[in-house]
């Protein structure tokens, strides 16, 4: 028996030691002999992608300081890089990268679903397509007018109004529900699961292993049962009425169409592969991604504006005079605009980096070689900090910028900008928050006094996420008595 138990502890040992060694072998191998292994960054980065899923878990911001101790170009898993430059390519011409071609997303993504979306709806998406929503928005904001009035000065959390401003906006729905925590709690977990893709289609096969494997990675639990990014009271209303459209129009008109479910059926009448379940995914897809993202925006814009006395007087100056500005523009004239856009460059909705795989002959850049599949990111956050490209005050707020008239440093803001992704493969409604963000933002100013408090240290703590927000700010709407509500 003790001969037996001995045999027993003797084989366990042998396992013990043989996995150490092999953990040892790959930390080594990763550490010195790795094709990254010359790269700057922190070793227990290098060794395990585990250092920084825990970063984001703990929803600390860590990429600019990344940067600023190990510069432009930093190791951030075994087989990952981010740089605050250029990894993948932003247009033929660009001399900054020496990558020949356009990159393939990383494992984040999911291509089909981008191709589909780009190819097939993006007539709906276009600029000119959507100046026909302008009365939409424009009675929206009748409505949001009318709710901020009845709070009577009451003060209330930014991000939640926000959200409900935009979602009257996307969906003409006028509240929503106390939901945000939830899409929060969303993107931390989509976030984390992003960066461990064996995992998410483990989970995706076993979903009742969800709430074990979220409580050892400490990720919020709290979720919609549709669990596919919208507000939960949200999405069943949603899919309800998507189908109920879908279904109920005869003869759809791209030209004439009331709202984009009916020009997206219009585009399949024409396109039979263009089924109806696309149709309806990218109808759904775009109120997913849209309705958070923009929110976000306007939060970072208001909380921007209203902390700087002397922009807000001129930002209401403009917007209280006899022609609204309009408040996105490619080409700021106004300094309403000047600040939309400062507040969107620097807060941008992603904190996290957005992957690319190097291509099939590797990619130079930064005298290091990225051999294929090296998985190359950028933070549009931190990007639009690098003082290389936008000079030494570029983590400041400065609307002037936009209206220097400094023709280089404005080709520069405009050219390299990843706030909607880079080019090819960016984000295909941002004419439609292009659209909300103009005329939302001088309404407010037009029909409130506002004053909003941030928490100290608010405008940098804004946690890794692939969506993120400026949380904890409060803002009163005071109602103004000389403007029509809404006008
Ligand atoms: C200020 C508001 C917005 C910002 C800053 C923003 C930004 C982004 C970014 C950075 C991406 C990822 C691009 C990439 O991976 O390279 C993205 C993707 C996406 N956006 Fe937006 N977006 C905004 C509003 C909207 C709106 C209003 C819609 C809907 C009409 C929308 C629909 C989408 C969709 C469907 C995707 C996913 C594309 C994919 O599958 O890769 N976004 N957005």
Redesign the pocket.
Known sequence: MALLIHAASTQWIAIFITCALSLISIAAYRLLFHPLAALPGPKLAAISRWWQIRKIIIAKPYELALHDKYGPVVRIAPNEAYNISFPMRLSPTDSHTESSTPLD?GPW??MA??QL?RRSGGPA?TASNLKRYEPKVVEAMQRVCERLDRLKGEEVETSEWMHITVLDN?LEQGHNWGDLELNVAFWRRSTVLGHLPTLRVLLNLFPMLKKYVFWVLRLPTKHSKDGIGLPAHIAPSLLGQLIHRSTSIENPSFENGQDLMEQLLAIRAKKPKFELVYARGMAG??VA??HD??GS?LVSILCRICTNPDLQRRVEQECRGERMPLAYEDRPSTITSACVREA?RLQ???NIS?SRVAPRDGLHLHGYFFPEGTILGVN?TSFARNKDLFGPDADEFKPERWLSGDEDSLRTLERYS?????QS??????N??RL??GLVVPRLFRNFDIEVKVPEGGFDNFPPQFWTMLSGSKIIFVPRQDSPVGG
């Open positions: 997303k993504y999911d679903r981008y979306i998406f996307i897809s775009s991604a849209g993202t923009t925006s969107m941008h909705v992603t957005l549009p990843l706030l909607f992704g880079g493969r960016s984000c295909p409604g941002q439609l928050a909300i963000i």
